[in-house]
Protein backbone atom coordinates (compact mmCIF):
# COMPACT_ATOMS: atom_id res chain seq x y z
CA UNK A 1 0.00 0.00 0.00
CA UNK A 2 2.86 2.44 0.95
CA UNK A 3 4.57 1.92 -2.23
CA UNK A 4 1.04 2.79 -3.95
CA UNK A 5 0.54 6.01 -2.22
CA UNK A 6 4.62 7.04 -3.26
CA UNK A 7 4.50 5.90 -7.16
CA UNK A 8 0.71 8.55 -7.18
CA UNK A 9 2.83 10.95 -4.67
CA UNK A 10 3.71 14.61 -6.76
CA UNK A 11 7.19 15.40 -7.35
CA UNK A 12 7.91 17.91 -4.88
CA UNK A 13 11.00 16.99 -3.18
CA UNK A 14 12.82 17.85 -6.59
CA UNK A 15 12.31 21.51 -5.34
CA UNK A 16 14.41 20.84 -2.50
CA UNK A 17 17.10 18.57 -4.04
CA UNK A 18 17.40 21.11 -7.23
CA UNK A 19 18.98 23.87 -6.00
CA UNK A 20 21.39 21.71 -3.59
CA UNK A 21 22.65 19.54 -6.54
CA UNK A 22 23.42 22.82 -8.33
CA UNK A 23 25.19 24.26 -5.08
CA UNK A 24 27.17 20.89 -4.38
CA UNK A 25 27.95 20.72 -8.63
CA UNK A 26 29.65 24.89 -8.75
CA UNK A 27 31.29 24.31 -5.08
CA UNK A 28 33.17 21.22 -6.74
CA UNK A 29 33.80 22.82 -10.10
CA UNK A 30 35.30 25.87 -8.34
CA UNK A 31 37.72 23.76 -5.96
CA UNK A 32 38.83 21.42 -8.95
CA UNK A 33 39.57 24.81 -11.34
CA UNK A 34 40.89 27.12 -9.18
CA UNK A 35 43.64 28.13 -11.59
CA UNK A 36 41.10 28.71 -14.56
CA UNK A 37 39.29 31.24 -12.60
CA UNK A 38 37.38 32.18 -16.26
CA UNK A 39 36.28 27.88 -17.31
CA UNK A 40 35.09 28.14 -13.61
CA UNK A 41 32.99 31.32 -14.05
CA UNK A 42 31.33 30.43 -17.72
CA UNK A 43 30.74 26.38 -16.06
CA UNK A 44 28.69 28.49 -12.93
CA UNK A 45 26.88 30.76 -15.54
CA UNK A 46 25.73 27.98 -17.69
CA UNK A 47 24.71 25.91 -14.64
CA UNK A 48 22.92 28.71 -13.50
CA UNK A 49 20.96 29.83 -16.99
CA UNK A 50 20.20 26.18 -16.96
CA UNK A 51 18.34 25.65 -13.70
CA UNK A 52 16.74 29.58 -14.17
CA UNK A 53 15.77 27.77 -17.72
CA UNK A 54 14.00 24.64 -16.05
CA UNK A 55 12.42 26.57 -13.27
CA UNK A 56 10.70 28.82 -15.55
CA UNK A 57 9.83 25.74 -17.61
CA UNK A 58 8.32 24.29 -14.17
CA UNK A 59 6.43 27.37 -13.18
CA UNK A 60 4.93 27.38 -16.51
CA UNK A 61 4.04 24.32 -16.30
CA UNK A 62 2.50 24.28 -12.66
CA UNK A 63 0.80 27.89 -14.04
CA UNK A 64 -0.95 25.58 -16.96
CA UNK A 65 -1.45 23.11 -14.42
CA UNK A 66 -3.34 25.28 -12.02
CA UNK A 67 -4.88 27.47 -14.87
CA UNK A 68 -6.92 24.07 -15.97
CA UNK A 69 -7.79 23.00 -13.07
CA UNK A 70 -9.60 26.50 -12.09
CA UNK A 71 -11.17 26.55 -15.40
CA UNK A 72 -12.72 22.92 -14.75
CA UNK A 73 -13.61 23.35 -11.45
CA UNK A 74 -15.58 27.01 -12.36
CA UNK A 75 -19.25 25.93 -13.11
Avoid: D, Y
Avoid at 9 to 31: D, I, Q, R
Avoid at 35 to 42: A, D, Q, V, Y
Wanted: include cysteine; proline fraction near 5%.
Amino acid sequence: MSALGESTKPSSPVWCVWPLTVKLTSNFTMNSTQETHTISSMLLETCRRRSALIMTKLWRFTVVQISSVSVICVP
